[in-house]
């Protein structure tokens, strides 16, 4: 549970270097959005989704990655989500300071940009599972396809909420995104629990309770034979006699 709260803090702390690289790349390196497709991808894929993906990631990778609590594939999950709720609660926070209305902009972002940071992270948090768990030789593509995916997902999502100079209706392009990304997270989710080694022990114990239960019932079963073949020598030796 404390490793749980200390990585929510660290999404908390990872904001700060964040808004320093995207304010240095759009700042100095004239990466800011300008009213071309071009600029529009640059920024969502580079400047925001890049640089935010990187900080969570490296957070993940430096203190959690090697931790003896990180002792299953569904772990990598569990604290990428927990960066990425602390990293998106202090977006939303900022946000909040320079809203018109606060509370439509903190329900608005209850319902996109929390579960948008979500979907990121278990889709990074997923590989990340997998590759602590592997061969050290398939681990850097696993870490390296987490991490592209994320920033891919992060880029796409932005890509259509960025781009001011086009008609409003095509946000609701990232938001089709974002509903069908909630679901593939959910079967990401699935899939790394059903690989947790706690889940096939319980599985194996299920087994073996079963098993024992069946061979006491065919115990039963052929003493009960056993009872009533003995009764039938019984009364056959009476008839007899």
Same mark, same amino acid.
């Given at each position: 549970?404390?490793?749980?709260?200390?990585?929510?803090?660290?999404?908390?702390?990872?904001?700060?270097?964040?808004?320093?690289?995207?304010?240095?790349?759009?700042?100095?390196?004239?990466?800011?959005?300008?009213?071309?497709?071009?600029?529009?991808?640059?920024?969502? #894929?580079?400047?925001?989704?890049?640089?935010?993906?990187?900080?969570?990631?490296?957070?993940?990778?430096?203190?959690?990655?090697?931790?003896?609590?990180?002792?299953?594939?569904?772990?990598?999950?569990?604290?990428?989500?927990?960066?990425?709720?602390?990293?998106?609660?202090?977006?939303?926070?900022?946000?909040?300071?320079?809203?018109?209305?606060?509370?439509?902009?903190?329900?608005?972002?209850?319902?996109?940009?929390?579960?948008?940071?979500?979907?990121?992270?278990?889709? @990074?948090?997923?590989?990340?599972?997998?590759?602590?768990?592997?061969?050290?030789?398939?681990?850097?593509?696993?870490?390296?396809?987490?991490?592209?995916?994320?920033?891919?997902?992060?880029? #796409?999502? =932005?890509?259509?909420?960025?781009?001011?100079?086009?008609?409003? =209706?095509?946000?609701?392009?990232?938001?089709?995104?974002?509903?069908?990304?909630?679901?593939?997270?959910?079967?990401?989710?699935?899939?790394?629990?059903?690989?947790?080694?706690? @889940?096939?022990?319980?599985?194996?114990?299920?087994?073996?309770?079963?098993?024992?239960?069946? =061979?006491?019932?065919?115990?039963?079963?052929?003493?009960?034979?056993?009872?009533?073949?003995?009764?039938?020598?019984?009364?056959?030796? =009476?008839?007899?006699?």
């Amino acid at each position: 549970m404390l490793w749980l709260l200390l990585a929510f803090v660290a999404g908390i702390l990872t904001i700060a270097p964040a808004i320093v690289i995207e304010r240095l790349l759009e700042g100095r390196m004239g990466m800011g959005i300008s009213p071309n497709f071009g600029s529009l991808m640059l920024n969502a #894929f580079v400047v925001v989704a890049l640089t935010e993906e990187l900080c969570k990631f490296a957070v993940l990778r430096i203190v959690f990655y090697r931790k003896r609590f990180f002792s299953e594939p569904i772990n990598g999950i569990v604290y990428a989500v927990m960066l990425s709720l602390g990293f998106a609660f202090a977006e939303s926070v900022l946000h909040l300071v320079g809203a018109h209305n606060i509370y439509v902009t903190a329900i608005f972002r209850s319902f996109t940009a929390v579960p948008a940071h979500f979907m990121f992270a278990v889709f @990074m948090g997923y590989f990340m599972g997998q590759a602590r768990f592997t061969y050290f030789k398939h681990r850097f593509w696993l870490i390296l396809t987490g991490l592209g995916l994320a920033v891919f997902a992060h880029g #796409f999502y =932005d890509l259509f909420l960025l781009a001011w100079w086009m008609p409003a =209706d095509f946000q609701f392009v990232s938001y089709g995104f974002l509903f069908a990304g909630i679901v593939i997270a959910v079967l990401f989710i699935n899939k790394a629990q059903s690989r947790s080694p706690f @889940m096939k022990r319980r599985k194996w114990l299920r087994t073996l309770e079963k098993i024992k239960e069946r =061979d006491f019932q065919e115990f039963l079963a052929s003493q009960k034979k056993q009872m009533k073949n003995r009764r039938e020598n019984m009364n056959n030796n =009476d008839l007899a006699e």
